[in-house]
């Protein structure tokens, strides 16, 4: 029997449910209906006190939590959209991040983030969140790419005593299976190779890293090997296996769904560029998705952010150049 991705989630919530005392759940609609997308469903039926509905009010919902946090819980939060933790945005980055170095009081928080595209969602349902919130100093934040580290980065951030933003990527809920959840592999902040290659390195995270392998795949019968990272968290960032990776294959292209200006590609540019300047071959390049508001027509979605085809491009100037 194979395991989806949003059942990875799901099972993480209930085994830290049944493991610890001091975890509990929290959002809207995710009791009886089991949340927007099921990910808490049934969850409820078994600890009634502790998946819990919350009002329709991000912001009172995060506050909430950060207070259960303070006190020695470990909330999870539910998000039903990322795009909408803006109302929650205060909480979070001047509240959560902050409380430790203003008290020395850890807040272990984790705010479920269903983040990305998906055809029809439109501009309030598609956003990626990961450069706004990894832009504030004591937020973690995690991006699983896999079955495996939907489950264990999960279970792993509700054990830190650090506020975590978890975005879940929605395209991946149903669609990308596994046979089995697995055992635990690589730390948070730990980058995986996603797939090897010699000839250039692609940088990713979230649902870019299947679209990264697609075109590697598709490259691959021309004769390139491009290798694939996966960062799994943007915050912390594991720039030693970016470096070794790019010290292997001297070019680099920076991936990502989240719109252009800024972000994690940019910061990963960046310091490639400062860090490992004399590693490269060429210059690096980015790719996001457009720089408007995320269309709702699926064909105009599907050209708004990067597909195989047009990392294929890219990455076509970067090995030609």
């Known amino acids: 029997m194979s395991v989806t991705y949003i059942d990875a989630i799901r099972q993480a919530q209930l085994d830290l449910l ?4 001091d975890v509990f759940l929290y959002g809207q609609d995710i009791g009886a209906f089991g949340g927007a997308f099921k990910a808490t469903k049934g969850l409820q039926e078994e600890f009634p006190e502790r998946v819990l509905d919350s009002p329709i009010s991000e912001d009172a919902m995060v506050g909430m939590a950060i207070g259960a946090a303070i006190s020695g819980m470990r ?3 539910e998000m039903q959209f990322a795009d909408f933790s803006s109302v929650a945005f205060n909480q979070i980055v001047n509240q ?19 983040c990305g ?4 969602s439109g501009p309030f349902h598609s956003q990626m969140v990961e450069a706004l919130y990894g832009h504030y100093p004591g937020l973690v934040v995690i991006a699983p790419a ?11 951030a509700v054990l830190l005593d650090d506020p ?27 980058a995986r190779i996603a797939r090897p290659g010699k000839h250039a ?16 795949d598709s490259l691959a019968s021309e004769g390139w090997e491009i290798e ?7 915050k912390p960032l594991d720039l030693d296996t970016v470096i070794a990776s790019v010290a292997r294959t001297g070019r680099l292209l920076a991936l990502g769904e989240a719109f252009p200006w800024g972000g994690v590609t940019a910061e990963v540019v960046s310091r490639v560029v400062a860090e490992g300047f004399h590693l490269l071959d060429a210059p690096p390049l980015r790719l996001n998705a457009k720089d408007t508001p995320i269309p709702y027509h699926p064909d105009l979605w599907a050209s708004h952010r990067p597909t195989p085809e047009s990392i294929v491009e890219k990455l076509r100037e970067l090995l030609n150049f």
């Open 164 to 190: 975590v933003i978890f975005c879940e990527h929605k395209f991946l809920y149903r669609w990308l299976k596994s046979d089995e959840i697995g055992e635990p592999g690589l730390s948070l902040g730990q």
């Open 146 to 156: 896999n079955v495996s580290d939907a489950y264990h980065l999960l279970k792993e």
């Open 75 to 77: 909330p999870i939060v």
């Open 228 to 234: 694939v990272v996966d960062l799994r968290s943007v």
């Open 117 to 120: 595209g998906t055809p029809g």
């Open 201 to 216: 390195t692609v940088v990713t995270y979230s649902a870019m890293v299947h679209e990264a392998v697609r075109a590697a």
């Open 96 to 114: 959560a991040g902050t409380h430790f170095y203003r008290t020395g009081i850890p807040v272990p928080l984790t705010v479920r983030m269903p």
């Open 18 to 21: 049944r493991e610890r005392e």
